[in-house]
């Protein structure tokens, strides 16, 4: 890790090392535990990007990602819960609506725990939730697939398109209620502790002052496109905690070699993501996602082939973080990303 220090990455540390990799099996197998979330929201973590007027730390984009990285290296479920976090923060510090002094402090401080409901937003010209002006407010219809954290965070931020293709970002109370009823949990091959539903929207109304964001589709893909294409920190996490495994598992050499690797890829992923225009590059950006994907891979492939057939025990810490990297593989896919990986794959 290259980031200067920061108190809360020491904060991170602590609470990877002390409470959620110790726990990270059985984490994995019976689900996120409302005790690591506590902790968390506790810790001043999920206020790592918040301004400091709101009680955030306003800390730099690199101390967030090492952040993410020493979360998801420990127990990527519990990460996949609190990362979603994050975006409504952001977007409610760029917000001037009246809804930005009504939850950017209990966001900032980790009174109220956010998850998303919106990357369906990306499916356009398909439209799975449509938003509809009505009654001072707005309506809600369709379904949203996926919704991580149900029954642990307070408030989602959902969205709808307009017939006008106007992006509307609303939030809401994280519960079923007239218009949104959730699915049962989703079992998955990987990070079924993060509870994940979906969502069906008949009719859910939310009034104008939970608006966040009204903005034109257009602008919404140009400013969402870096998120998809820039590799997330998660890749890292896992892939060092993969390494640290193959190092206890007597393996030093080859992991300073796939150490290496992972640490040359990580330094370029974050200059380009650094860059000053976040929607230019994307060609490169794509390179370097894939690439990722690979060193994460070979780390994960590696601590499983050192374990032998005790790594395929469910208690293992290497089949966990093999299964880890598949979901991150598709985790915030989009048609682009997966072209230019399976592209990528094909070229060998």
Sequence with gaps: MTTAPHPLLATARALADDLLAPHAARTDQEGVPVGHLDAIRGSGLLGVSAPQAYGGAGAPDSVAREVQEILAGACCSTWFVQTQHHTPVRMLAKSDLPVRERLLGPLATGELLAGIAFAHVRAFPRVPVRATAARDGWRFDGRVPWYTGW??????????????????????????????RPSEPMRLAALTAARTVSLELDGLWLPEESVVLRTPQEKFALVDRPRN????????GVAYAALKVLEDSGEPGTAAVLRDRVDEVRRQVYDLADHPVPHERIAERLALKTRSYDVMRAAATAAVVAGGGRAMGLDGTAQRLFREGMFLLVQGQTNEVRRAHLDALARG
């Design 229 to 236: 294409t820039n590799a997330s920190p998660a890749v890292f």
């Design 151 to 180: 029954g642990l965070n307070d408030v989602m931020l959902l969205a709808g398109v307009t017939e006008a293709d106007e992006v509307v970002f609303a939030f809401t109370e994280a519960r079923e209620q007239p218009g949104l």
